[in-house]
């Protein structure tokens, strides 16, 4: 996908238009279309990245990674033992005890999968924001 598409694209989930986005960054009007025949410049391609949140090297498709904090295939893997780890702990009778005192194996089915979806959001939400925090700037795009 060619960077105008990637910029089309931004554009529709945001739901604005091109032209919209060449008002609010200031890039002259018609100017983002023509940058599939010609090179922009690295001035404007940053006003187009801030704009949406994403990388230049997004943009220009030298990775799928719109965000420095967003989560890679090991960062999911991460979490996913992470949560194992968590149920395992708390299908011991110590581990876990819900407001009535049954355990997470007493729990019916429809509540067992909200806990485990709810602790799955947490453990995301945490690494997304650790790496946001830690994450040198250096590697930042």
Do not use: H
Not at 69 to 76: G, I
Request: hydrophobic share 30%.
């Amino acid at each position: 996908m060619g960077l105008v598409e990637k910029i089309k694209n931004l554009c529709k989930e945001k739901k604005i238009t091109v032209a919209e986005l060449e008002r609010q960054t200031g890039i002259s009007n018609g100017q983002i279309r023509k940058w599939d025949d010609s090179t922009p410049g690295v001035d404007k391609l940053k006003k187009v990245a801030d704009y949406f949140d994403v990388s230049v090297d997004y943009l220009l498709g030298r990775t799928e990674k719109k965000r420095y904090y967003d989560l890679t295939e090991k960062d999911e893997q991460s979490i996913q033992k992470e949560l194992e780890r968590m149920i395992n702990n708390m299908d011991n009778e110590s581990g876990f005890a819900a407001f009535d005192g049954s355990t997470i194996d007493e729990l019916d089915e429809e509540d067992r999968e909200m806990l485990i979806a709810s602790l799955e959001t947490s453990l995301r939400i945490a690494k997304r924001i650790a790496k946001k925090k830690f994450t040198p700037y250096k590697y930042r795009d």
